[in-house]
């Protein structure tokens, strides 16, 4: 038995089943390497005794003939969903020592699938960046460079995966953030479809936006997660209405027409050439035409398409989710929940020592230009010229699917940078969303997958994005090129 934190999902659960490894030691050897690489500060929260607890739990079921799907499967959960057993703040100090009456609904499907979290990961405060550096707790390494950074706002989901000290993950994606950070960090991660997952219990930052998914360490894991943690929900209101899918299944299905050699064989890739400008980095263009030529070797056509508003989707959710997040953050007053400041004088000052004290920076900018740009006179001019370019870059897209089946680019315009190398600037930020807020904006599924290493020996993934409920086309292009490479299996160095 190769060492058990190399294991993924679909490999730990053969080993289950055969009684090669028992839940307990598997979660034992995870317990372990967290306990050693805690320099990385991916987890805010560890439960070793109520991970060791579920996974005995998991393994007297196993043992009495019980047969979840994902039973035993030790993971962790971003900070961003609210758990019953663990403490969750968001990765915020307004919400520290939060303990929530009920678990996420993706939480509690995972937990009814058979899995068990060994706690919660580290995340931006509320979701909001793209580098981990946000959240009020602790900054994330990456593991493949300690000095930088592991992408965000999923950093401690990212950088947990890498290092080996889970074998998956929850991640949310507002605008990039289960795509970026698996990017940064050499893993495999997947944005399902808006209202796919439910968002019940996910702590609101941008709700036109937000999804959670799963973060692996390959194509086949995420399709075991993400058929667990989906499906429709009745206390979600913008919950998608369609019957349970078994992803994993859509992921092995062989597309008509194509042989073994040529498994993608008719499927036409679209290559977005906004996706693809001067500016773009050369080590991840490099990397990612190698995994454009790999995905054609394997059948794939790769046409070319124009998205002509790419640039304008960075203007259009920097109105529309700082104005999103400016209204669910508003419930954060220290009266129901969290964070109160000490002697309030009246019920004005309450508000606003308690949310100055407790939203660190850019939560305290993003509320400034939510306000904004919802205020009277401001609202017409950006947030509802905002909402018809979002409207025209989702017409963008199911233009160019009619040329073509899914759609590929690079998750970010460079390989994760150095911790503090952006300094106070938060546009420099914000303009490294380019390629994937697009697809956020118009609601479609997208992926991060490994395609080799760009600059300083940092991962580079290629983005994939489908059209709506295309998550089984998508999972199986990605699993078809994992067959084919080893780009996936490639981990840093020490870990
Ligand atoms: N980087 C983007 C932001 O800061 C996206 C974050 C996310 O997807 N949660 O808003």
Redesign the pocket.
């Known amino acids: 038995m190769s060492a058990l934190h190399t294991l993924g999902v679909a490999e730990g659960l053969k080993a289950l089943a055969e009684k090669k490894i028992s839940s307990v030691e598997w979660t034992q050897s995870l317990l372990a390497r967290t306990a050693a690489h805690q320099n990385l500060g991916a987890f805010l929260h560890l439960d070793a005794e109520g991970a060791l607890a579920a996974a005995r739990q998991a393994d007297a079921r196993r043992a009495a003939g019980e047969a979840a799907p994902l039973l035993g499967v030790p993971m962790a959960h971003k900070d961003i969903f609210v758990t019953t057993n663990h403490p969750t703040t968001a990765g915020s100090k307004i919400l520290a020592g939060y303990r929530s009456p009920f678990d996420a609904t993706v939480v509690a499907k995972l937990n009814a699938a058979g899995t068990f979290s060994l706690g919660k990961l580290n995340c931006?405060e509320f979701?909001?960046?793209?580098a981990n550096e946000n959240s009020a707790y602790a900054k994330v390494h990456n593991p493949w460079d300690l000095e930088r950074v592991p992408g965000?706002?999923s950093g401690g989901s990212a950088a947990a995966v890498a290092a080996g000290l889970v074998p998956a993950s929850t991640g949310?994606?507002?605008?990039?953030?289960i795509r970026?950070p698996a990017s940064f960090t050499g893993i495999t991660g997947i944005k399902p479809t808006y209202g796919r997952c439910s968002r019940y219990g996910m702590i609101a930052?941008a709700s036109s936006l937000d999804q959670a998914g799963p973060m692996a360490r390959s194509a086949e894991d995420c399709a075991l997660l993400l058929s667990a943690m989906s499906g429709f929900d009745e206390r979600d209101a913008t919950s998608l209405q369609q019957p349970p899918q078994d992803f994993h299944a859509q992921m092995l299905q062989p597309r008509a027409g194509a042989s073994s050699a040529r498994p993608l064989e008719g499927l036409r890739i679209g290559l977005p050439k906004e996706f693809f400008p001067a500016a773009l980095d050369a080590d991840v263009n490099s990397a990612v035409r190698a995994g454009l030529a790999e995905l054609e070797k394997l059948g794939a056509t790769l046409v070319e398409v124009s998205l002509p508003r790419t640039e304008l989707a960075i203007p259009v959710y920097y109105i529309i989710?700082p104005a999103e997040a400016s209204s669910n953050l508003s419930r954060f007053d220290g009266v129901r929940y969290g964070h109160r400041c000490e002697d309030p004088k009246d019920l004005l000052d309450l508000y606003k020592r308690t949310r100055s004290e407790g939203f660190g920076p850019e939560v305290q900018r993003r509320i400034l230009i939510g306000s904004y740009v919802l205020s009277h006179g401001y609202y017409d001019a950006y947030y509802l010229q905002a909402q018809k370019l979002r409207r025209m870059i989702a017409d963008d897209f199911q233009q160019a699917f009619t040329q073509c089946d899914l759609i590929a680019g690079p998750v970010a315009p460079s390989v994760a940078w150095k911790i503090g190398e952006q300094g106070d600037d938060p546009v420099k930020?914000?303009l490294a969303?380019i390629f994937t807020l697009p697809g956020?904006l118009a609601g479609l599924p997208g992926m991060s997958v490994p395609v080799g290493l760009g600059a300083h020996g940092m991962p580079v993934g290629l983005q994939l994005l489908g059209n709506y409920f295309q998550e089984g086309q998508l999972l199986h292009a990605a699993h078809v090129l994992q067959l084919a490479t080893d780009w996936h299996k490639a981990t840093p160095k020490g870990f």
């Open positions: 931006d979701a909001m960046g793209s965000g706002s949310t994606d507002t605008g990039g953030s970026q930052f989710a930020a914000y969303d956020s």
